[in-house]
């Protein structure tokens, strides 16, 4: 088939040529009238009338498929006897293009592939309608880097061999299921494929290799290589997830594709715990910390790189950031390319505040990583810890576009809507993070927060309540509501909360305060006086409660 730039294609002029496959030839349009740029897949056949009939149904069906992991379906037509399909643009490629054949991915890159082809295959297969052509070659790559499922239903087609080259039916029977080869293809037959895809990705390779023949018979009744026996550190559950999926009864895999991919995220995080910065439930006043000593820069022998990452791990989690700074630097010695590494000794950083160094570590992870969820998640923490607010917005709002359902992401992007006094925005994302989580204690103490902001104090005690009823050990919590009942002028409920807060943490700053505060409103201007003193003894900048200390003693000598 000739070169078709130049050319027009229904309300489209082909500007370039994208590529070529067994049976379509992929081209950049754009829109007459609008201007506006689209792909443009013509298919390698002349239809015939009954033909023609089979591809206008195939191209409705998928047409009406709405979700944004799957490549929408803006037109189609037939110029002459060649059908075409009119495609939004992916400008960056497939990801075979992205991960050539042989290429091995990270565990945690493939979870965020898998997660977003499932979603777009559940949908699918929720429309009664199969894939039937999984492989890396048909996943594109979006303008956000989101994944984006193509050639839906063109299976159909292009299984016949009228329209196939044999490379391309070779390099499709590849990832096909045994039941698929014999006729019957089913929704689990895309899991089979995408257990495929994964297994390629894990290792490699392919799990059966040859002709088309060859892989016909190895596809029905061989079993696949154990993946071990590729990558000898593999974690035992991962590779039984995988082994699931290709399991060649259709039956015992997993119920549906979303289930392989939650068993698959399940397997990785079990095997490597993600060490996530969470945003704490309430900052605490703590006093400043000078700055890290000059780090070491000569490794010690004899010791891998998994070990010095375990021991920073150990010393994070145990509160002693400086040390965890020590062993992630040997890491990066023995493996300067480590992303989480980078990611984690942010962390670190970040708990130290030394911010800066924490925002570049995280910039470092994210460059050697451009999925790592956890990156971006931690560097928009470290934005708001910044006061850059919205810079915070926009690596949650990227966290979020890659994954949907991280359920802090959204209580972080509301605290930095909060503190650009946007309450309303706030108040959504707080929504969004408890119709995902209802017990998400933050959450409502947050959403109780913003609702104080809005003098709704009524609706702030029922949320500041559900927090306390998740987690009664919750102090700010209890200072939060101690302000909501003061603001209503229930001064003693507020001053029983204020006594919970001190009585779980004797060292609160804030709680004297506020309970020095509603003692004042009571005119009890002695106890006010002692709580002032307290607090400010605690944290010295709380310079606000100075005036309010010395309107205290003014009002106590005036009523002597």
């Not at 130290?352 to 460059?367: C, G």
Request: charged share 25%; proline share 5%; with cysteine.
């Amino acid at each position: 088939m000739g070169d078709r730039v130049g050319e027009q294609l229904g309300n489209y002029r082909v500007t370039a040529k994208l590529g070529e496959g067994g049976f379509a030839e992929v081209y950049l349009g754009e829109h007459i009238h609008l201007g506006t740029q689209a792909a443009l897949k013509v298919l390698h056949t002349q239809l015939t009338a009954e033909d023609g009939d089979a591809f206008r149904v195939e191209a409705r069906t998928i047409a009406r498929l709405l979700h944004p992991h799957i490549v929408r379906i803006l037109d189609f037509g037939v110029e002459g006897k060649l059908p075409f399909l009119v495609m939004d643009y992916a400008p960056n490629g497939t990801l075979r293009q992205r991960h050539p054949r042989g290429t091995r991915l990270p565990l945690d890159l493939i979870v965020s592939y898998v997660k977003q082809v499932a979603d777009a295959l559940q949908y699918a297969h929720h429309e009664k309608l199969i894939h039937r052509d999984i492989k890396p070659e048909n996943m594109l790559v979006g303008r956000r880097n989101d994944i984006l499922l193509s050639d839906f239903g063109i299976a159909l087609v292009a299984q016949s061999s009228r329209y196939q080259s044999t490379q391309d039916v070779v390099g499709t029977v590849a990832y096909m299921s045994p039941e698929q080869i014999q006729g019957k293809p089913r929704p689990a037959s895309d899991q089979y494929s995408l257990g495929i895809v994964v297994y390629e990705w894990l290792c490699g390779d392919r799990p059966f290799q040859g002709s088309f023949i060859e892989l016909c018979t190895q596809q029905v009744v061989a079993p696949p290589p154990p993946l071990r026996e590729k990558m000898a550190k593999i974690p035992h559950d991962v590779e039984q997830v995988v082994m699931t999926a290709l399991a060649k009864d259709s039956h015992k895999r997993f119920l549906n594709i979303q289930d392989f991919a939650r068993a698959l995220e399940q397997a990785t995080q079990a095997a490597y715990p993600p060490t996530v910065l969470m945003k704490p439930t309430k900052p605490t006043f703590v006093p400043t910390i000078t700055s890290t000593p000059p780090l070491k820069t000569t490794s010690v022998p004899h010791k891998p790189s998994k070990l010095w990452l375990e021991e920073g791990n150990a010393h994070s989690d145990a509160g002693r950031y400086k040390e965890a700074l020590l062993a992630y630097n040997e890491v990066l010695i023995l493996s300067p390319q480590d992303a989480i590494t980078y990611n984690n000794r942010g962390l670190a950083y970040n708990a130290l505040e030394e911010y800066e160094k924490a925002i570049a570590d995280f910039d470092r992870a994210i460059d050697l990583n451009s999925w790592f969820v956890a990156a971006y998640y931690n560097r928009g923490l470290t934005y708001n810890d910044l006061m850059e607010y919205e810079k915070a917005i926009a690596d949650f709002n990227y966290v979020l576009s890659l994954d949907p359902n991280v359920t802090p992401a959204y209580c972080s992007r509301g605290d930095a809507y909060f503190e650009l006094e946007n309450y309303h925005q706030a108040i959504s994302d707080y929504n969004r993070a408890l119709s995902l989580d209802p017990e998400y204690t933050e959450a409502y103490a947050c959403r109780g927060n913003t609702y104080c902001k809005l003098s709704d104090f009524r609706r702030a005690i029922q949320d500041f309540d559900r927090a306390i009823e998740f987690d009664p050990e919750y102090v700010w919590a209890y200072v939060d509501r101690g302000i909501a009942y003061r603001n209503l002028k229930k001064y003693q409920r507020a001053i029983a909360d204020y006594d919970r807060a001190i009585e779980l943490d004797t060292e609160d700053a804030t709680a004297y305060g506020e309970r020095g505060l509603a003692y004042y409103d009571l005119k009890e201007y002695s106890q006010a006086i002692q709580d002032f003193d307290h607090a400010l003894s605690l944290d010295p900048t709380i310079t606000w409660l100075e005036s309010e200390r010395e309107e205290a003693y003014l009002a106590l000598k005036n009523n002597r």
